[in-house]
């Protein structure tokens, strides 16, 4: 079946280490996508890629990295330099111009201790 | 893309139907009124989108009024299962990185 795969689902890091999470996709979307979640609130974009070899900065994308090297693949760095890391990450893709929604991946809860 | 204002929460009763309530009152002739919802711990949800004529599919029912200014989802026997927050969404075809801009959403709570 066609879907997103993030992984892992729950991950824990020391404070001060940098964390790369996972984004696959197996939809042939052009574009994907990686948003945050914090308890309660709604999603922030973190950072956007509408074709292979270039990605967009979102409205948070202090402390984060991201390449896009496949099309089906979108990993996200969460460097040392994001203040307040422990969040829900979630990633998600849509067709080139994702008038019929985007798929959303089942995220992974980073807790940073 | 316009921005959109939502109940913070409501009740419903299992079999009932829910109405959930949207304004967007600043929407423009383009923009489309997108619905996903987000059940706790999991990624949102794609339910139905629309631009002008109400759309109904095997989840959910979405009736905009003529002036655009705002939308109600249907869901017409809901489910303990339909337990979780949802979003509604305006935004244009083509703009920049065909991004969805998430607010608070509606957290929907079905009752027994």
């Known amino acids: 079946d066609g879907g997103i795969t993030q992984s892992p689902k729950y991950l824990f890091r020391k404070e001060g280490q940098n964390v790369t999470l996972s984004c696959e996709q197996n939809?042939?979307?052009?574009?994907m996508y990686w948003y945050r979640q914090d308890p309660g609130q709604g999603l922030r974009l973190i950072y956007y890629?509408?074709?292979?070899?270039?990605?967009q900065k979102g409205d948070i994308a202090e402390g984060y990295s991201v390449s896009r090297e496949k099309k089906e693949s979108f990993p996200l760095t969460v460097t040392s330099a994001q203040k307040n890391p422990t969040a829900f990450y979630l990633c998600?893709?849509?067709?080139?111009?994702?008038?019929?929604?985007?798929?959303f991946g089942s995220g992974t809860r980073l807790t940073v201790v | 893309d316009a921005k959109t204002t939502q109940p913070t929460s409501m009740d419903c009763a299992e079999g009932r139907a829910a109405n959930l309530p949207c304004n967007h009152s600043?929407?423009?002739?383009?923009?489309?009124v997108y619905w996903y919802r987000q059940i706790h711990s999991q990624g949102p949800q794609y339910i139905i989108h629309?631009?002008?004529n109400n759309e109904t599919n095997e989840m959910a029912s979405l009736i905009i009024t003529e002036d655009r200014k705002s939308s109600t989802l249907i869901l017409p026997h809901a489910t303990l299962r339909d337990t979780a927050v949802y979003y509604c969404?305006?935004?244009?075809?083509?703009?920049?990185?065909?991004?969805?801009?998430f607010g608070g959403g509606t957290r929907l709570m079905v009752k027994p």
């Open positions: 969404i305006v935004r244009g075809p083509g703009n920049a990185g065909n991004m969805l801009t």
């Open positions: 600043t929407i423009s002739g383009n923009e489309y």
């Open positions: 939809l042939n979307h052009d574009a």
């Open positions: 629309g631009l002008k």
């Open positions: 890629s509408q074709i292979v070899n270039d990605f």
């Open positions: 998600a893709s849509s067709s080139d111009r994702g008038l019929f929604g985007y798929t």
